[in-house]
């Protein structure tokens, strides 16, 4: 895999249209097999010729395919690919063309560069990324100063489009996970465990960076609001921690509960030193980047058994039963679409994230366009977006918050899970009711 700032190949010309014809989704298996069969496996075949009068619109795409993030880069950009694919094959014959240029980046730096040449070289109207909250916050700040459209698939912290009329985020945003955090503690933990709000005592450990600020900032406004007294909050360095020293910390704060906001190694040499220490909890929550990754399961094994961690859904969070009727069939198109593209793996979370971000932005937002693809095109057409809670194949829906608003930009409809370990690499979602699959094996 490249490094930071690296080049990779660009993708075929994709038609896109105003549907006049039924969707994909509405042709039944059969047809998405022919589909199928047509697309291939790899992503650099079977492009559609051009056609003389149409023009091209050059989406920029800005990722981490490489370093430390890119495994969840590289799914994240599966799936906004999966999601091109699809609604390039719902235009009519002849409509727009559509092509994807992609740009790896590993650090902030090499994330605002990337936009910096995206639109210079290519001339792009709009941008879509970028996983990580630190890459996202600055790719996302220059898009907006120079008026280019971000499309923001899979970063949660707030201030990515906070402030930003160019930006729009289709993921969960981290006070969200923070929020979803504090409402199980409040509406699940709490009277399992017959404590009243008022005598819970609460501990945050947040990694010190607009990711772990976003998600910590939630939490402590929702426990307010649930009467959660927040006895500590420790912002930590992660290049710098001392897990042994943050766990002899947690264990004076006396908790009841640890919220934890954590990259994968730092969330694993925590917990690992909360059991070292022999700290009581009576449960412990992580969130987005660490206690819900895979990595954290296995590495942990046994050790990871009744933990829980609010994030984004994957592809095996959704009840397909709560979704809308063409939101089951688009899940169904999806994941094999997307199995086929990568080998038979299942949409992982930030798979599921980059499709839901994409198929937004390409079967509801640019096929609406009439003349020029400009950034305020497709930014006045964003916000006319109304997609209802079930109608995503994550089953939440698409409506972003009006201009001039708090939350301007953000994704007001986007969920938000609870699961727990319950098994020696098994997570299963616990929380809200219409996505459980499992009940909560609850502690003391």
């Known amino acids: 895999m490249d490094g930071g700032g690296g080049r990779y190949a660009r993708l075929p010309l994709y038609p896109l249209g105003r549907m006049t014809s039924p969707p994909l989704y509405r042709v039944g298996l059969a047809g998405f097999a022919a589909v199928l069969a047509v697309m291939g496996c790899s992503s650099s075949g079977g492009s559609t010729s051009p056609s003389p009068g149409f023009d091209e619109v050059v989406i920029?795409?800005?990722?981490?395919?490489?370093?430390?993030?890119?495994?969840?880069?590289?799914?994240?950009?599966?799936?906004?690919?999966?999601?091109?694919?699809?609604?390039?094959?719902?235009?009519?014959?002849?409509?727009?063309?559509?092509?994807?240029?992609?740009?790896?980046?590993?650090?902030?730096?090499?994330?605002?560069?990337?936009?910096?040449?995206?639109?210079?070289?290519?001339?792009?109207?709009?941008?879509?990324?970028?996983?990580?909250?630190?890459?996202?916050?600055?790719?996302a700040a220059r898009a907006d100063q120079r008026h280019v459209v971000y499309w923001e698939t899979g970063a949660v912290a707030d201030s990515v489009s906070m402030g930003r009329p160019y930006v729009f985020q289709t993921v969960a945003t981290g006070s969200t996970l923070g929020r979803a955090a504090a409402d199980f503690t409040s509406a699940v933990l709490l009277p399992a465990s017959r404590l009243p709000s008022t005598e819970a005592r609460v501990v945050i450990a947040a990694v010190d960076d607009v990711y772990g600020h976003a998600v910590a900032d939630g939490e402590v406004a929702r426990a307010a609001e649930h009467a959660i007294k927040v006895v500590d909050r420790i912002d930590y360095d992660p290049r710098r921690l001392d897990a042994d020293a943050l766990a002899q910390r947690l264990a004076?704060?006396?908790?009841?509960?640890?919220?934890?906001?954590?990259?994968?190694?730092?969330?694993?040499?925590?917990?690992?030193?909360?059991?070292?220490?022999?700290?009581?909890?009576?449960?412990?929550?992580?969130?987005?980047?660490?206690?819900?990754?895979?990595?954290?399961?296995?590495?942990?094994?046994?050790?990871?058994?009744?933990?829980?961690?609010?994030?984004?859904?994957?592809?095996?969070?959704?009840?397909?039963?709560?979704l809308t009727p063409a939101a089951r069939e688009l899940l169904t198109a999806a994941t094999s679409a997307y199995a086929h593209r990568t080998g038979g793996q299942k949409m992982s979370i930030p798979a599921m994230a980059g499709f839901v971000g994409g198929w937004a932005l390409f079967h509801g937002v640019l096929p609406a366009v009439n003349g020029p693809v400009s950034p305020e095109a497709l930014r006045d057409l964003a916000h006319k977006l109304a997609e209802p809670v079930y109608s995503s194949i994550n089953g939440g829906g698409v409506q972003f918050g009006s201009p001039g608003t708090a939350a301007a930009g953000q994704n007001l409809l986007a969920p938000a899970v609870v699961g727990q370990w319950q098994g020696v690499n098994m997570m299963r979602v616990v929380y809200p009711v219409p996505f459980a699959e499992a009940k909560p094996i609850l502690g003391s």
């Open 60 to 139: 920029g795409a800005v990722y981490p395919l490489g370093g430390p993030q890119s495994s969840g880069g590289h799914d994240e950009l599966a799936g906004v690919q999966t999601a091109l694919d699809l609604a390039q094959r719902q235009g009519l014959p002849g409509g727009r063309r559509v092509r994807l240029q992609i740009e790896s980046a590993t650090t902030p730096d090499a994330a605002r560069k990337a936009v910096d040449s995206l639109i210079d070289r290519y001339h792009v109207p709009a941008i879509i990324g970028t996983y990580g909250s630190t890459l996202a916050d600055v790719a």
């Open 252 to 322: 004076g704060d006396r908790p009841d509960y640890l919220w934890d906001v954590s990259y994968i190694d730092d969330g694993i040499a925590i917990w690992r030193a909360v059991l070292a220490h022999g700290v009581h909890l009576r449960a412990a929550i992580g969130t987005s980047s660490a206690f819900c990754m895979p990595d954290f399961g296995s590495r942990l094994g046994a050790q990871a058994i009744g933990v829980y961690a609010a994030d984004k859904p994957d592809e095996s969070d959704v009840n397909p039963a709560v």
